[in-house]
């Protein structure tokens, strides 16, 4: 077996409750901030197929923690092991296809690109990295997704 982990259900797979640790590092400063939280995958109830993503935990930047959360939307793709993301206001974020445990989407934001990586490690364990690059921002954050298990 590879590095990577291949996922055949994306829907199946990220279906539950994940904890979640992300580091966000300023390459233009120097500074590093930490987000520590949950991200719930939970059934869409709109009649879509396809999964509500809804994170929530503290950020800390500079010293100072803040509640921090985002919610989007995992619809189901168009092949197995595929998705794609979009906000909660029906915008397009990136595509997903795990099928090979490994996936580079690209998102780009005003003068801003974002580019992440998704890898997945194994049933229980996924990461994603995200690089931003543009005129004002100089990021990589790195999210480590655990599963968390009922009773455990």
């Not at 100089?138 to 455990?152: F, H, I």
């Amino acid at each position: 077996m590879g590095e990577w982990w291949p996922v055949r259900d994306v829907r199946a797979h990220l279906a539950g409750r994940w904890r979640v640790e992300r580091t966000v590092r300023d390459l233009a400063s120097g500074e590093t901030g930490h987000f520590s939280g949950t991200t719930v995958f939970s059934p869409l109830e709109d009649g879509r197929d396809g999964l509500l993503h809804q994170e929530s935990g503290t950020f800390v930047w500079r010293g100072t923690p803040r509640p921090a959360e985002r919610t989007l939307w995992f619809l189901t793709g168009p092949a197995a092991g595929t998705a794609e993301v979009r906000f909660t206001d029906g915008r397009f974020f990136h595509d997903l296809d795990l099928a090979t445990g490994r996936h580079v989407a690209d998102h780009p934001c005003a003068a801003d690109l974002y580019r992440g990586e998704f890898t997945v490690r194994d049933a229980d364990h996924w990461r994603t990295v995200w690089r931003v690059r543009g005129p004002a921002k100089d990021l990589v954050l790195t999210t480590d997704y655990t599963r968390e298990r009922e009773g455990g």
